[in-house]
């Protein structure tokens, strides 16, 4: 083996953490997951706001269970992150109607954050460790502009 097929130990403690973490929308999954995990804890809560009966009890859980399904997801598989955010923003306004005002407004917020950042993260084209490409110089005008004629006032006198 050659000495350029081994890569660079990082000199940072964490860096390939830090690599791993900003190769895919690891803040918008794990919002996504919290405000579902959150729902799911306000519908255990012994308040007694709502009652869940019949098939709106079972979308009571399952909005939020889903919810943290696609932030573990989207953490996962980065590549897919356009449709589980897509579901998650969904799933943020459904549980309004489903999940105790979605978590007492504060989980279905944490869903719809974390469902617009994942939307809008886009993956890093550069490696961490590669130089920005330098702009190209100016060009200089071409000559094939025509060359400025002496103008010679007439004497009408």
């Not at 050659?2 to 999954?29: L, S, Y």
């Not at 995990?37 to 269970?65: D, I, K, N, S």
């Amino acid at each position: 083996m050659t000495v350029g097929q081994h890569a660079a130990p990082d000199a940072r403690p964490g860096g390939r953490w830090r690599r791993w973490r900003r190769a895919r929308p690891f803040v918008a999954g794990l919002l996504i997951a919290l405000g579902g995990v959150e729902m799911l804890v306000t519908l255990r809560a012994p308040l007694g706001v709502l009652l869940h009966v019949g098939p709106q009890g079972l979308a009571a859980y399952l909005v939020p269970a889903i919810l943290v399904l696609c932030g573990a997801l989207l953490i996962a598989t980065p590549q897919q992150r356009v449709f589980y955010a897509l579901l998650s923003l969904l799933l943020g306004l459904v549980s309004w109607l489903t999940s105790n005002l979605g978590g007492f407004v504060i989980g279905m917020l944490l869903a719809l954050v974390g469902g617009a950042l994942a939307f809008a993260w886009t993956p890093d084209k550069q490696r961490a460790g590669s130089v920005a490409p330098t702009p190209p110089a100016p060009r200089e005008p071409a000559d094939d502009t025509p060359e400025p004629t002496e103008v010679i006032p007439l004497d009408r006198g």
